[in-house]
Nanobody, 128 residues
Framework: QVQLVESGGGSVQSGGSLRLSCAAS?????????MAWFRQAPGKQREGVAF???????NYPDSVKGRFTISRDNAKNTLYLQMNSLKPEDTAMYYC?????????????????????WGQGTQVTVSS
């Protein structure tokens, strides 16, 4: 059974930093797997904020580009999200997500629908 468990959330002031972690059990990380971080604020749709494509490249929406960095340590089966220069609008529940190991995600890394494994979320609150 696959489990993804996020940690590292918390409350910070605007301009601060946090590093989120996503540890997996029952799932072996690989550089060829699409993986991602999403977030969902109250009353808003879940949106992707950082992605690993199947060629191990990373992608970010403009709203976080230059501030957020996704990385992974395959030996530790852990995905990370380094968040710097945090803003109040970054306040949300953050989720890690992964595709099935046999799935070839190609250029679909930004589609929420391809991710079948999700963590329970970790709350990030940024105050002004």
């Amino acid at each position: 059974q696959v489990q993804l468990v996020e940690s590292g959330g918390g409350s910070v002031q605007s301009g601060g930093s946090l590093r989120l972690s996503c540890a997996a059990s029952g799932y072996t990380y690989s550089n060829s797997y699409c993986m991602a971080w999403f977030r969902q604020a109250p009353g808003k749709q879940r949106e992707g904020v950082a992605f690993f494509a199947s060629d191990d490249t990373t992608n970010y929406p403009d709203s976080v580009k230059g501030r957020f960095t996704i990385s992974r340590d395959n030996a530790k089966n852990t995905l990370y999200l380094q968040m710097n220069s945090l803003k109040p609008e970054d306040t949300a529940m953050y989720y890690c997500a992964a595709t099935a190991p046999t799935y070839i995600c190609a250029d679909r890394w930004s589609s929420r629908a391809i991710y079948v494994y999700w963590g329970q979320g970790t709350q990030v609150t940024v105050s002004s």
